[in-house]
């Protein structure tokens, strides 16, 4: 995707809305996930996007993409780069997210909104409002019963 000046703000967005689904997917052994991708296991490979995002997500938000790529040589840490498609109400984005050894990003290669509106920062603050509407609001603990 061509960079623009929104699009920063727009990767901040999704990088902190998929970060804790990054965060269970850096739980899986690196090499387990090149292995994958290397025999080209990518129904496994969904399984586990789907198993990692569904922990915050509403079902279909957050899926494996296409495929992905990765890094692994002698002298460096492995590195995974995963494709998603993460698609709320109203807005599908296509991205890569990037697995490493400390750190996590991503990087969107298109976004598309369903109706979208001529001003770029309504489209980034729809975009925002989509994710936290799909996102699971954490419950309110159970209260105690008196006897």
């Known amino acids: 995707m061509k960079k623009c000046d929104h699009s920063t703000k727009r ?3 999704l990088a902190e809305a998929i970060s804790p ?4 997917l850096r739980l899986l052994d690196a090499g387990d996930l090149i292995a994958l991708l290397r025999l080209e296991s990518y129904g496994n490979l969904a399984d586990l996007v789907s198993s990692a995002a569904e922990l915050y997500f509403h079902p279909g938000t957050v899926n494996f993409g296409a495929g992905g790529e990765y890094t692994l040589e002698w002298s460096g840490q492995p ?3 995963l494709d998603l498609e993460i698609k709320p109400r109203g807005v599908s984005v ?3 997210l990037t697995l490493a050894d400390r750190l ?3 990087e969107i290669d298109h ?3 369903q109706d979208p509106c001529d001003n770029p920062d ?3 603050a729809f975009l925002a409002q ?3 509407e799909a996102r699971f609001l954490p419950s309110a603990p159970p209260m105690a019963v008196a006897s």
């Open 79 to 81: 590195q995974v780069v």
């Open 130 to 132: 989509s994710l936290l």
């Open 94 to 96: 296509y991205a890569r």
């Open 21 to 24: 689904v990054a965060t269970e």
């Open 104 to 106: 996590a990003g991503i």
């Open 11 to 13: 990767e901040k967005i």
């Open 122 to 124: 309504a489209n980034t």
């Open 111 to 113: 976004i598309a909104f």
